[in-house]
């Protein structure tokens, strides 16, 4: 086995150091082995799931920067649907693609990037940066340092502090650690109270709670940080009371989840009552309690998503083409409408409901979003719920549309086909 092994990177290196164009690995398994034997760390390149209409970035035809990569990097090309990289994506909360993530070959994440557009002097850096973090303390060997003294405050703060910077940011119980020792003069400081924020305490923790205490200091982080933290704070806190919620099945973690959100539209009560049903609607859907989540997502889709006419939502999808700064302002996307009614018929249909009026209901939900965005995913929703109600015809007719608007737009059609065959044959 040595020997294979060893064969298996005198083969591959060549190849690394002398290419002039970036040399990309097979699989994740294979990339990793070599970065583990060239002793290099790996570049991973995830693009969003349609890989076939994804941009290429014009600097891996460059030189320098190819050479660079090669050298210090064992490369990788994915997508965000990959398996084999499900638990880094979750567990380093990684959202947005394209992205670049930086791995030791243990998997271990030490520098990301979101930069697609970086200027060739900026990659630079960003590769730069890379090879420095890659010699820097990783959170595994943080969390064994903290691990032997937890009363050690220092160690503590170096583990948040490794877990923030890497992007993990599901960091509760060791911000609630932490706040425990700290003094309570502590908090009458901004920065302390910042960095307690930017952890994502739990709403109405030890640590939440102390952090708001001083309400002067935080109303005057909420004013004077700029508007991307700001969100990321309100995010973050958000994010982590719910994922709590839905762990210890915990109605009142998701209530205080949804409220933190409403609250953030005191001067708008229709949009703070969608955000709070959003969230519980979530919390239920997580946590499989259909009876309620088909209770409020009835009346709640109907209210608002249906009632908003179509040619108003074009014409906001419209002014997001022409102004691009309208994605960083609050509220409800042109996308989000069809996106949103495709999912909820897709929750009642994943939900293995047999009751006709919920059917007709996601049905109607459905079609909606497909005259909004007739993408296959959403024409895939609709068969599914066409076989649900033993419609074959029609089911196999709309899985038909979902093939083609597939191929039309360049899109991967295996899955869809798939589903067209298990139709036909009745086996779905």
């Not at 990177?9 to 002398?18: E, G, N, S």
């Not at 302390?192 to 109405?204: D, F, K, Q």
């Not at 009552?273 to 088909?294: G, H």
């Amino acid at each position: 086995m040595k020997i294979l092994r060893t064969l298996f990177v005198l083969f591959l290196l060549p190849v690394v150091l002398f290419a002039q164009k970036l040399n990309y690995n097979p699989s994740l398994k294979s990339t990793l082995l070599l970065a583990q034997y060239s002793k290099k760390g790996v570049f991973v390149i995830i693009n969003s799931e349609n890989t076939n209409n994804e941009r290429q970035n014009l600097l891996f035809n460059d030189a320098e920067v190819v050479n660079k990569i090669n050298k210090a990097f064992v490369t990788y090309e994915t997508n965000y649907t990959d398996t084999a990289l499900s638990a880094i994506i979750n567990y380093y909360n990684i959202r947005e693609c394209p992205t670049y993530i930086f791995l030791h070959s243990n998997m271990e994440l030490f520098y990301r990037s979101l930069e697609f557009d970086a200027s060739k002097e900026r990659f630079l850096d960003i590769l730069k940066n890379a090879e420095e973090a890659a010699q820097q303390t990783t959170i595994k060997k943080a969390k064994e340092d903290y691990l032997k003294d937890t009363s050690d405050i220092t160690k503590l703060k170096q583990l948040i502090d490794v877990l923030k910077k890497q992007g993990v940011t599901n960091n509760a119980y060791y911000i609630e650690q932490y706040a425990k020792k700290l003094s309570p003069a502590s908090f009458d400081d901004y920065q302390t109270v910042l960095y307690i924020l930017e952890a994502g305490p739990i709403i109405n923790g030890i640590a939440y709670r102390k952090a708001f205490a001083n309400r002067v200091i935080t109303d005057s982080i909420f004013r004077k940080e700029p508007g991307p933290k700001r969100a990321f704070i309100l995010n973050v806190i958000s994010n982590n009371t719910m994922v709590t919620a839905i762990k210890t099945i915990c109605l009142a973690d998701a209530q205080n989840t949804a409220n933190f959100h409403k609250n953030q539209w005191q001067n708008n009560q229709y949009n703070g009552q969608k955000i709070y049903n959003e969230k519980m609607l979530f919390y239920y859907n997580s946590i499989k309690d259909t009876v309620n989540y088909f209770r409020i997502a009835t009346d709640h889709y109907d209210k608002y998503y249906m009632s908003i006419r179509i040619d108003s939502i074009e014409n906001l999808k419209l002014q997001e083409k022409t102004d691009s700064t309208l994605r960083f302002k609050p509220g409800w996307k042109a996308k989000s409408f069809p996106d949103g009614l495709n999912e909820v018929a897709w929750n009642f249909y994943s939900s293995g409901t047999q009751n006709r009026e919920q059917l007709l209901k996601a049905i109607k939900w459905s079609k909606r979003s497909i005259k909004l965005d007739p993408n296959p995913n959403n024409f895939d929703t609709l068969a599914h719920l066409f076989y649900a109600m033993q419609d074959f015809k029609k089911a196999t007719k709309i899985q038909e549309m979902a093939v083609s608007a597939a191929k039309k737009n360049g899109l991967p059609s295996k899955v869809y086909l798939e589903n067209l065959t298990r139709i036909k044959l009745k086996t779905l």
